[in-house]
């Protein structure tokens, strides 16, 4: 008999419950829900499993249990929960994608000296199995890179502005109507939510955890209407794009909007969809897609993970690769309004970049720059303007879209070198 215990009843809990016939399947034994822990219990009244239903944790940490899904999120007092169950040998499973991104190196540790084990297959693009192919199939394989389309929400109102040409608030008021927003949509808007995930899957790519400063984060704030709409123009897509890398030991990486061009994987991910690319030289490239979010999705991706993790007993073996070192030129697009022209002119003439043309709309323009991928981060704050990276065969994009680009305007990135 396996004994079950689940902390937090809101949409994902409910479906861990409702997923444990599911359980019992897989592991061809008696599973019971010993005890259900939430905040507030007389929320719970009517609820068929109201009896098992408590809301003070001495009660429910007196049980005992086989396993522990966590489904209540955020940090405090949630850290404090899984740290008790670890230390005892219970097993973990959560979907708590801050509590592992902000936690997880000490709270994997802290399973690994009491011989069990932390799983948040479900803390990462809930709907994919990404985090347990990358464990489980790809246990040796050594990555280069890791990419994702991460948060539904965005992703969402990106779709939307670019598919029906409606204003960002108007998609963004949708998105929490349906439910793919909350009320305070600040960790989907702001990239926060994309942050912890590819924190949490470069972990598994490349064997070590990130430091918080290692990724960098910029969310949709400075992402104006007619930016989108000029991407458009040029056959573009704007996507939230989470991205990461290994140099010198150290993980490098982003949360950043990106346009990609229409031979990218990523264009064609629409609405809530969520995508992960993984690329290495054994690979080449390994697309997975599939839903991000939602009550089934998550629940039944948390029971396959304990699932998992009972029969796989490997640990991943992954190789950091030491590639030649090549600072790879990059394009990208700087959005300058009006306004902003004559004196974006006089700094992009000192910076070590290579502007090679303009794209006009009625509110400003757009320059494509070339530019080393090492100084992005410096033109960027040098030049204070919204600038956005450019992925997949831009020049092979603007042939498609006839507009052919003259020489270039200024000196090369060499001559600039």
Not at 150 to 179: C, H, S, V, W
């Amino acid at each position: 008999m396996i004994k079950v215990g689940v902390i937090g009843f809101g949409t994902v809990g409910q479906g861990v419950v409702e997923s444990l016939v599911q359980l019992e399947r897989g592991l061809r034994k008696e599973v019971t829900l010993e005890m259900l822990l939430v905040t507030n219990r007389r929320k719970h009244e009517h609820s068929e499993q109201y009896a098992l239903v408590t809301d003070d944790w001495k009660t429910f940490a007196a049980r005992h249990y086989d396993v522990v899904f966590e489904a209540a999120g955020g940090i405090e007092p949630v850290y404090d929960y899984v740290r008790f169950f670890l230390k005892k040998g219970v097993p973990v499973v959560t979907a708590n994608k801050k509590l592992v991104a902000e936690r997880g190196e000490e709270l994997e540790r802290l399973a690994a000296e009491n011989d069990t084990y932390l799983c948040y297959e479900a803390a990462v693009a809930g709907g994919i199995p990404i985090l347990n192919a990358i464990k489980g199939t790809l246990a040796t394989t050594s990555f280069t890179s890791v990419a994702g389309i991460l948060n539904g929400t965005t992703n969402y109102i990106l779709t939307g502005m670019i598919e029906q040409n409606r204003p960002f608030q108007d998609m963004l008021e949708e998105a929490q109507a349906k439910g793919y927003a909350e009320a305070d949509p600040t960790d989907d808007i702001e990239g926060y939510d994309a942050w912890y995930k590819i924190r949490i899957l470069a972990r598994l790519c490349f064997g070590i955890w990130s430091n918080r400063d290692d990724i960098s984060r910029s969310g949709l704030h400075d992402v104006l209407d007619w930016h989108v709409e000029l991407g458009q123009s040029l056959g573009l897509t704007l996507k939230l794009d989470g991205r990461a890398s290994v140099k010198n030991n150290t993980i490098i990486g982003s949360v950043a909007p990106a346009f990609f061009t229409n031979d990218h994987p990523f264009s064609t991910v629409y609405g809530v969809t969520n995508a992960v690319v993984l690329e290495g030289k054994a690979i080449e490239r390994l697309l997975f897609t599939g839903p991000g979010a939602g009550k089934e999705a998550t629940a039944n991706s948390m029971v396959e993970d304990y699932l998992f993790h009972e029969r796989y007993k490997g640990e991943r073996q992954p190789m950091l690769i030491k590639e030649k070192e090549q600072n790879r030129i990059a394009n990208v697009l700087v959005m300058v309004a009006a306004h902003e022209k004559k004196e974006a002119e006089k700094v992009v003439e000192h910076l070590p970049c290579q502007r090679i043309n303009t794209f006009a709309a009625d509110e400003g323009e757009a320059w494509w720059l070339k530019v080393y991928e090492d100084v992005i981060p410096f033109i960027s704050k040098q030049l204070g303007l919204s600038l956005y990276r450019v992925y997949g065969a831009f020049e092979k994009q603007l042939a498609t879209t006839n507009m052919h680009h003259p020489s270039s305007i200024g000196e090369t990135l060499e001559q600039k070198a």
